[in-house]
């Protein structure tokens, strides 16, 4: 049911509703267009038992904390949850698992309920780094491995690795034209260059994560549409968290076997 826990944004779905209306007003849109948006994209059907509650009350609590809640959203969620909720969806995972979703479910009802707080303004991340620049870090063995910045998405860079993994690194114009690395299995035998966003978290950026920028090489085709569905924060460990980081077993001088 893309739920990990009974918190109410313990759910794919919830983080997907908060994560797109934060977004829309980052991007300038008010309360009543970043609303009409978040329901053409995410809005159930009126049958979609399974997902409508996750859905309304994710949404309203999401707008209450931003001091934006529309009454119409407000009065949609409260229904749902005065007959019932989603209890039913936890049943099989026992009693336990039913209370602690019910009062998950009760916490959400006091914020609707309660006293609501001053609107917030959100605004979208800033970084230093442009498309096209080209950064590294030592990781295994001492190797560099080298990221590029395909394209900047609502404040956050998205980056591609490309197809290094060596002690030395190469000139700026050497790097220009190494190949994006292609991540293969049985779905894109063909390969696909991974896009992932880079994230800061507890304030550490590229710099405090120990990355340097080598220069810009410009961007390459397709960088605009660039998939960013994999998210990393800078100071994660990409040499096992990430799968195209295969590289580092993969290459050698000269290319890969």
């Known amino acids: 049911m893309g739920a990990w826990g009974t918190a109410l944004f313990s759910d794919d779905i919830a983080c997907d509703i908060r994560d797109l209306y934060?977004?829309?007003?980052?991007?300038?849109?008010?309360?009543?267009?970043a609303t009409?948006?978040?329901l053409s994209n995410y809005g159930p059907p009126q049958d979609d038992w399974d997902n409508a509650v996750v859905f309304w009350v994710s949404l309203a609590v999401t707008q209450s904390g931003l001091g934006r809640l529309d009454p119409a959203v407000a009065e949609r969620a409260l229904k749902l949850l005065d007959d019932g909720g989603d209890l039913w969806r936890?049943?099989?995972?026992?009693?336990k698992k039913v209370a602690q979703r019910k009062a998950a479910l009760e916490k959400a009802r006091a914020q609707l309920t309660g006293p609501q707080p001053p609107r917030r303004t959100i605004r979208l991340p800033k970084t230093p780094l442009q498309p096209g620049d080209v950064l590294t870090r030592p990781v295994q063995d001492d190797r560099y491995l080298l990221l590029r910045v395909a394209r900047?998405?609502?404040?956050?860079?998205?980056?591609?690795?490309?197809?290094?993994?060596?002690?030395?690194?190469?000139?700026?114009?050497?790097?220009a034209q190494i190949p994006d690395y292609l991540w293969v299995d049985k779905w894109r035998p063909d390969g696909i260059a991974l896009g992932f966003s880079m994230n800061i978290y507890k304030r550490i950026d590229h710099?405090?994560?120990?990355?340097?920028?080598?220069?810009?090489?410009g961007t390459r085709s397709d960088d605009e549409d660039r998939d960013d569905e994999v998210l990393h924060d800078w100071q994660d460990?990409?040499?096992?968290?990430h799968p195209g980081y295969d590289v580092l077993r993969a290459w050698k001088p000269g290319g890969k076997d």
């Open 22 to 33: 934060k977004d829309l007003l980052a991007d300038g849109l008010d309360g009543a267009e």
């Open 36 to 38: 009409r948006q978040a």
């Open 90 to 95: 936890w049943e099989e995972a026992g009693p």
């Open 237 to 241: 460990d990409l040499t096992t968290s």
């Open 152 to 175: 900047i998405k609502r404040g956050v860079p998205v980056m591609v690795m490309l197809d290094f993994a060596d002690r030395q690194l190469p000139t700026l114009d050497q790097i």
């Open 207 to 217: 710099g405090k994560a120990g990355y340097v920028v080598l220069g810009n090489i």
